[in-house]
């Protein structure tokens, strides 16, 4: 609810919600009120076409590794819910992705937020400046991905090391 209380219509900020299938969609019609931004709620969609919507919108909010993954090669501001494990090691997984991602102060205080680490009050406000800034962390974090050796070439190199 606080994320969606900051996603009202200003000067230069003309959010729009758009809501996947599932989890996502249980839990925006779960709110004891309506949020004053509409959601629009999209249809099961395939892979190709999750990965189109995530290339064109301005934050991407994911679950899961595989759509981190995605939401990163898409090189947009993201925010990943990572799935909870009962010891709260994810915590510490999370925290370590942030550290490698070179995280912002506002990434990271809205990524301990939305895992529920620290209080949902404590999330950074929204804007288009925000937003620019967390984009440039997720480019240069995908930029790094791709100056990396290829798979198989780190196993091409791995096995001539052994032999």
């Known amino acids: ?76 501001p993201l925010v990943w819910h990572i799935y909870p494990q009962d010891d709260n090691a994810h ?11 070179q995280a912002p102060a506002s990434l990271r205080s809205f990524h301990h937020a939305w895992n529920g680490m620290d209080h949902a009050r404590s999330l950074p406000q929204l804007g288009p400046a925000l937003l620019r800034e967390w984009q440039a962390c997720v480019q240069a974090a995908r930029h790094r991905l791709q100056a990396q050796t290829e798979l198989i070439g780190q196993l091409l190199q791995f096995v001539a090391e052994k032999s």
């Open 91 to 101: 915590h510490e997984k999370l925290d370590a992705f942030l550290d490698w991602l």
């Open 1 to 76: 609810p606080q994320l969606l209380e900051q996603l009202q219509p200003a000067p230069g900020w003309q959010p729009r919600l758009l809501v996947t299938p599932g989890r996502a969609t249980a839990a925006v019609q779960a709110l004891p009120q309506a949020p004053a931004l509409a959601p629009q709620y999209l249809p099961l969609c395939p892979q190709p076409g999750f990965d189109a919507m995530l290339w064109a919108c301005d934050l991407n909010l994911v679950r899961g590794e595989d759509s981190l993954v995605r939401a990163l090669w898409a090189g947009q």
